[in-house]
């Protein structure tokens, strides 16, 4: 209890939860601040080709193995399985309609990139060791929950007439194809080919400026979220506490699953803060297309502005406490 | 010396960017061959306020203008007024005085 105190106390003094927290705060003041749109586009690019290819470099120097498979196999199945829970207590617990249901659950199901390199930093900082794969295993994670998300809306969508039907190739180019994926297998798979030479090469790069990079991300996040949560208007409390609740309950499939592969403590942290993260990136993209009639503000303020803020300053060093408790 | 124009339907869009190719597949059925995407800051609507969506791109909306002849407007409206039972969005169309009339007649 002690430990995961500290843990919670070190989290909410790091640099990156009080850059979250003035941008948060700048933004409820309705301060003027902003990180203009190109810069934060920029960082979210550096962050993933950064955290991709030092991933891939970790498994060229570590070698493949079959807990790969095995923790990608889990992670894919966690992707349609946890839409299917939040699926069902949305059904249980709010009046949303149908396809916003289904489009909140998808955003469960998948993962947020900037959860999982924040958490990576705060795993490093507590001399813990994650395997490098972990990377490929988030990447993964990305897609399996917007299907799940289509499957689940299938009674929602009302198409009339060819011109109402969901553009399938447009989608599978989003779901498959989209930036974050392209770009984060693909420094994955360049980390793998060009290994410990490649590291010395860009090291410099992807390494120093790294927590810095993230800092200023997670002040833009702070701002956007704190703006988005200002406007929100359909945010009910049942939806708020299922922002609160679904992550805890995501991650404890996630820290059950990876105790049971008998992954190392750092590797079922990070197993764990993927399951209870939401998407904000790859599905808000894929299910304004797949499902238009969905209410984008209730899944992105959900996702940004509750789930987001609540992994990052509570949730992190939760999940780590409990991957210590249940693999350490 | 007074300058010739013609009267053209202008049809003003504004909807989701994410849905733009399924609104422009209206345009090229109808045989409306131009017509122009204009970027958006921000709003209002039934969903309350938006702006900008800096990280996501998911809640951008977008303008979008195309000028033709009544036969056009009357074919995309009637097109668009079936999308609008699955897609959200609003359109309006107006008169406009266009020079070259021959560019902005619908292609059957």
């Known amino acids: ?328 | 010396m007074a300058i010739e124009t013609t009267t053209c339907k202008r049809i003003e869009l504004a909807i989701a960017k994410a849905h733009l190719r399924v609104f422009a597949r209206v345009f090229e059925t109808v045989g409306v061959t131009g017509w122009t995407a204009l970027k958006t800051v921000g709003g209002a609507g039934t969903s309350g306020v938006w702006q900008e969506d800096q990280l996501t791109g998911a809640e951008d909306h977008i303008v979008v203008i195309a000028i033709t002849d009544d036969r056009g407007a009357d074919e995309v409206l009637a097109k668009i007024s079936k999308l609008f039972e699955r897609y959200p969005g609003i359109v309006s169309v107006s008169e406009a005085q266009v020079l070259r009339p021959e560019r902005f007649a619908g292609k059957p």
């Open chain 1, 1 to 328: 209890m002690a430990d995961t105190l500290n843990v919670a106390l070190a989290n909410l003094a790091s640099p990156m939860v009080l850059f979250f927290a003035l941008g948060f705060l700048a933004a409820l003041a309705r301060s003027e601040l902003s990180v203009p749109e190109a810069v934060g586009k920029g960082l979210a690019l550096y962050l993933m080709l950064a955290i991709g290819f030092k991933g891939g470099v970790s498994v060229a120097e570590a070698g493949l193995s079959t807990e790969l498979l095995a923790t990608a196999l889990a992670g894919i199945v966690l992707g349609f399985v946890i839409p299917v829970i939040a699926h069902t207590l949305l059904r249980m617990t709010t009046r949303l309609d149908d396809a916003t249901r289904a489009a909140v659950a998808a955003h469960y199901g998948s993962i947020s990139v900037v959860t999982f390199v924040a958490a990576t930093e705060v795993v490093t900082s507590m001399g813990l060791v994650f395997d490098g794969y972990m990377v490929a295993v988030m990447a993964l994670m990305e897609t399996p929950a917007i299907i799940a998300g289509l499957l689940l809306a299938r009674g929602a969508v009302k198409t009339s007439s060819p011109e109402t039907a969901t553009p399938w190739n447009s989608l599978a180019r989003e779901v498959f194809l989209n930036g974050s994926v392209v770009l984060l297998i693909g420094a994955f798979i360049i980390g793998i080919a060009t290994g410990t030479k490649g590291m010395e090469s860009i090291g410099p790069f992807v390494d120093a400026p790294f927590k810095g990079i993230l800092c200023l991300f997670l002040l833009d996040m702070g701002l956007l979220a704190a703006r988005r949560l200002r406007e929100s208007t359909g945010l009910t409390f049942p939806l708020a506490a299922f922002g609160i609740y679904m992550p805890l309950i995501a991650a404890v499939l996630g820290v059950v699953t990876g105790t049971s592969l008998g992954l190392d403590v750092g590797s079922v942290a990070l197993l764990t803060v993927l399951c209870a993260s939401a998407s904000y990136i790859a599905v808000p993209a894929a299910m304004r297309m797949a499902l238009p009639e969905a209410n984008a503000a209730i899944y992105l303020t959900l996702s940004m502005a509750i789930t987001f803020p609540f992994n990052l300053v509570v949730g992190i060093p939760l999940y780590i406490s409990a991957a210590q408790m249940l693999a350490g």
